[in-house]
Antibody
Framework: EVQLLESGGGLEQPGGSLRLSCAASGFTLSNYGMSWVRQAPGKGLEWVSNIYGSSSTYYADSVKGRFTISRDTSKNSLYLQMNSLRVEDTAVYYC??????????????WGQGTLVTVSS | DIVMTQSPDSLAVSLGERATINCKSSQSVLYNSNNKNYFAWYQQKPGQPPKLLIYWASTRESGVPERFSGSGSGTEFTLTISSLQAEDVAVYYCQQYYNMPSTFGPGTKVDIK
């Protein structure tokens, strides 16, 4: 059974850093495209970043230069390092598995999400 | 970036009646070499993550009830719930995965009338 378990969210001040983790089970994470998708309170879905293949990565313009996506194949885990946090980064962050080897495929599994709150 | 728009913003339908949601993309998401639309529909209930309903515009995900169907090609797509059930109350999102960044529509809220 595929499972995605996010952790690392919490309250952080503007300008601070957080590292989100996503522990995957039931599949080999490096064989699939993986994304982070966020949802601000009461708002819609916003794609943040993805990684696939031999570590091809993409970022939304809103987080480029501040966030870094990575994965650890030995731990079958996905990460999102979030630096220079802004109030507008406040959201639930979902770890998402794509159905294919790259991210040009639908998301077939989602984690339950971890809440990041950026506030002074 | 490809912009996704949805209509209506919300709709209320009687139990057992048909619900129709539309989505338009600012450019075609049809990949001519394989004739596939890189397009999906998701359902999100309160307090839950999204759930994949339809992908490649018209392929129903395993386990999704047959009352959900997707149609369309190129830039215009439709999600139809043929006979609305109480458990279908949710927000529905369309998504294109043709280009990076992948983009979602703003969502359509479906309620019971």
């Amino acid at each position: 059974e595929v499972q995605l378990l996010e952790s690392g969210g919490g309250l952080e001040q503007p300008g601070g850093s957080l590292r989100l983790s996503c522990a995957a089970s039931g599949f080999t994470l490096s064989n699939y495209g993986m994304s982070w998708v966020r949802q601000a309170p009461g708002k819609g879905l916003e794609w943040v970043s993805n990684i696939y293949g031999s570590s091809s990565t993409y970022y939304a313009d809103s987080v480029k230069g501040r966030f870094t996506i990575s994965r650890d194949t030995s731990k079958n885990s996905l990460y999102l390092q979030m630096n220079s946090l802004r109030v507008e980064d406040t959201a639930v962050y979902y770890c998402a598995k794509h159905s294919g080897a790259n991210c040009y495929s639908p998301v077939d599994y989602w984690g339950q999400g971890t809440l990041v709150t950026v506030s002074s | 970036d490809i912009v996704m728009t949805q209509s209506p913003d919300s709709l209320a339908v009687s139990l057992g009646e048909r619900a129709t949601i539309n989505c338009k993309s600012s450019q075609s998401v049809l990949y001519n070499s394989n004739n596939k639309n890189y397009f999906a529909w998701y359902q999100q209930k309160p307090g839950q993550p999204p759930k994949l309903l339809i992908y490649w515009a018209s392929t129903r995900e395993s386990g999704v009830p047959e009352r959900f169907s997707g149609s369309g090609s190129g830039t215009e797509f439709t999600l139809t719930i043929s006979s609305l059930q109480a458990e279908d109350v949710a927000v529905y999102y369309c998504q294109q995965y043709y280009n990076m960044p992948s983009t979602f529509g703003p969502g359509t809220k479906v309620d019971i009338k």
